[in-house]
């Protein structure tokens, strides 16, 4: 058995697309249009794992955008997606540069928590040991839920 990808549908793809390749920083490797059936599968890597995902077409994250608008509810119900990054207090500073809320700063220094615009939770795991405390994290609050 192997991991392939987590499906997340999307409601606007651009806005979506805005989220999790401009902001977070993942890469699409894939894309595929079906008219027929009048959808869009757009799938995404982490910028490390991009080429092995065009090759064995794991790990990714396939974003489904059905043409006829939807209101989905219920994001969080399956929990969450993590990743991995390299300085978790300068991602997280970048995402809210870009506007993002950070629903769960990395207080500890090793795990944050950010939501994109159609509810997916995203934990964000600092990678090897957890970092020193530091401000502004340290006494950040929570914001809604993650």
Known sequence: ????????????LDEAL??????LGLV???????????????FLAAPDDAEQSRTT??????LTWNW??????GGRNFGHLAYQ??????????LMDKGVVINRPPRDGRMAFVKSPDG?????LQKGDALPPAE???????TGTW
Request: net charge negative; hydrophobic share 40%.
């Open 1 to 12: 058995m192997r991991y392939l990808h987590t499906m997340v549908r999307v409601r606007d």
């Open 18 to 23: 805005d989220f999790w390749c401009d902001k």
């Open 28 to 42: 699409e490797v894939r894309r595929a249009e079906n008219a027929a059936g009048r959808f869009t599968l757009v």
């Open 57 to 62: 077409a794991a790990p990714q994250v396939e």
């Open 68 to 73: 006829d608008p939807e209101t989905y509810t």
């Open 85 to 94: 990054v390299d300085d978790i207090y300068a991602h997280c500073r970048r």
């Open 120 to 124: 997916i939770s995203i934990e964000l």
């Open 136 to 142: 502004p994290w340290a006494t950040m609050a929570n």
